[in-house]
């Protein structure tokens, strides 16, 4: 029987979420022990890697169980009771044989939490302290949406077939006195929206302009690789076709 679950996570208490093989600290290394504990030694598939510092509110992963496990409610009951108070399971269902938490997701969603105001030591770890000029940052979002080859916006050293990705919303808004970006997209690369976001962070501060910003998108120079703190960052929706997240 193959589940689904939804996590969510702080991530500035691990090491990342994959599997590494330096460190067992990570949000996966949890997920296996607790399901190993129950017998369960099926491979753990996750939709997508966060990097160290990096939250989640709706990664989803999935499993498969072996035939004793009937009672779904228990089984998520166990698990809860053997995951780190860090990581929780927000949603727990039987699937379809075929379902993949990565290849069968169609659009990903991050969100990234800035604070105008320098933030308490409580809540530094989840929001990024950073100067943005609204105008210019919401129209770079604009250059940003749409289908481009994202080459320049991601670590060098990453192993892809193809860099070309499709964002379909890149928004700004403000909300309890943050300011929130939103992108959702078929797919990131690996570090993408973190580069994507420092860039905007210099175009604010003006040591960048948009005219930088479509050459680098364009593939023609490269003016910004640095990377935007992870501690703003939340994995925040993964979307699936209707017919292959239920039974």
């Not at 809860?80 to 399971?89: E, G, N, T, V």
């Not at 069968?104 to 105001?117: E, G, H, L, Q, V």
């Not at 604009?142 to 964002?167: A, C, L, N, P, Q």
Request: aromatic fraction near 12%.
């Amino acid at each position: 029987m193959r589940i689904k679950a939804t996590i969510a996570y702080d991530g500035s208490r691990f090491a990342g979420f994959q599997c590494q093989k330096h460190t067992s600290d990570t949000v996966m290394g949890h997920l296996y022990r607790a399901a190993k504990s129950l017998g369960i030694e099926s491979r753990i598939i996750g939709s997508g890697r966060t990097d160290r510092g990096v939250h989640a509110t709706a990664q989803v992963v999935h499993f498969d169980v072996p035939a004793f496990w009937k009672d779904l409610d228990k089984l998520r009951a166990h698990l809860a009771r053997k995951l780190p108070p860090f990581i929780q399971i927000r949603r727990f269902q039987k699937v379809p044989e075929d379902f993949h938490a990565r290849y069968s997701a169609t659009r990903r969603a991050y969100r990234y939490i800035i604070s105008p105001k320098a933030p308490s030591p409580f809540e530094a770890a989840y929001v990024t302290h950073a100067h943005i000029e609204p105008a210019i940052v919401r129209e770079a979002l604009k250059i940003f949406e749409g289908e481009h080859d994202f080459r320049y916006f991601m670590k060098t050293g990453s192993d892809v077939k193809s860099s070309v990705r499709t964002i379909y919303k890149a928004r700004l808004y403000h909300h309890n006195g943050y300011d929130i970006l939103y992108f959702e997209a078929n797919g990131f690369l690996r570090a993408q929206i973190r580069m994507m976001v420092q860039f905007l962070f210099e175009l604010s501060l003006d040591r960048l302009a948009l005219w930088q910003l479509k050459m680098q998108l364009e593939g023609k120079e490269r003016f910004c690789s640095r990377l935007a703190p992870p501690n703003g960052l939340y994995l925040c929706r993964v979307v699936y076709p209707t017919n292959a997240a239920l039974i």
